[in-house]
């Protein structure tokens, strides 16, 4: 039982470059999320994914877009990467609306040159 | 905005002694979460306490809830240089599936 597998664990991209950060959950969770968090902060939602089939935003959407491959996969895409999104990304997951408790991936470290 | 804030930004203690962390949110909320993250690594739960709860005790954590206040307390007893780690409280609006991370407390225990 690996949890929430996030790949890659590191990446670097040059302005303007895209790439799709991978998450999926072993869990059969239903609710799926992408945070980030900048040094010193805490975490930002970026967007979540209540039920397999939705999607919508957080807090901090742009730049970025989201798929919800299937119950297991939520997939995480910068189309044109710039240096203000080097951060690293989280993603989590819970059971439903009353099972609150998110389940973390280890991280993916991202820099933008 | 971020809902949750987090006082003290840091906090150095010595192993043994207890470790008192804060929380304040903005909005009503259903429950309220503390998280560890240890350096370089993801987010661990550590204690949910729900709205209709004022004090919940999970081994040496005890966490408070004032919903009148909008505040929330994380206490550690007895800390260990194990503990060593950034605390996050988390909340998410009433009806909404929107977690808000304050920006947490890091906390060093020196051995």
């Known amino acids: 039982n690996a949890g929430v597998t996030q790949t890659p664990k590191f990446q670097v991209l040059k302005t303007g470059q895209s790439m799709t950060l991978q998450c999926a959950q072993d869990?059969?969770?239903?609710?799926m999320y992408w945070y980030r968090q900048d040094p010193g902060m805490g975490l930002r939602l970026i967007y979540y994914?209540?039920?397999?089939?939705?999607?919508d935003k957080g807090e901090v959407p742009n730049g970025y877009n989201v798929s919800r491959l299937n119950k297991r996969e939520f997939s995480l895409r910068l189309e044109s990467a710039a240096p203000s999104q080097t951060s690293v990304y989280f993603c989590?997951?819970?059971?439903?609306?009353?099972?609150?408790?998110?389940?973390f991936g280890a991280g993916t470290r991202l820099s933008v040159l | 905005s971020q809902q949750g804030e987090e006082d003290p930004q840091a906090l150095s203690i010595q192993e043994g002694e207890n470790a008192t962390m804060n929380c304040s949110y903005k909005?009503?909320?259903?429950?309220l979460q503390w998280y560890r993250q240890n350096s370089g690594r993801g987010l661990v739960h550590l204690i949910l306490?729900?709205?209709?709860?004022r004090e919940k005790h999970s081994g040496r954590l005890r966490v408070t809830l004032d919903t009148s206040k909008k505040s929330s307390s994380l206490l550690i007893t007895a800390s260990r240089a194990a503990d060593t780690a950034s605390y996050f409280c988390?909340?998410?609006?009433?009806?909404?599936?929107?977690?808000?991370f304050g920006t947490g407390t890091r906390l060093k225990v020196l051995a």
């Open positions: 988390a909340t998410a609006r009433s009806g909404t599936y929107k977690y808000i």
């Open positions: 306490i729900r709205s209709n709860e």
């Open positions: 989590a997951s819970t059971a439903g609306p009353e099972k609150n408790i998110q389940y």
């Open positions: 909005t009503s909320i259903n429950n």
């Open positions: 994914s209540a039920s397999e089939g939705t999607t």
């Open positions: 869990m059969n969770h239903n609710s």
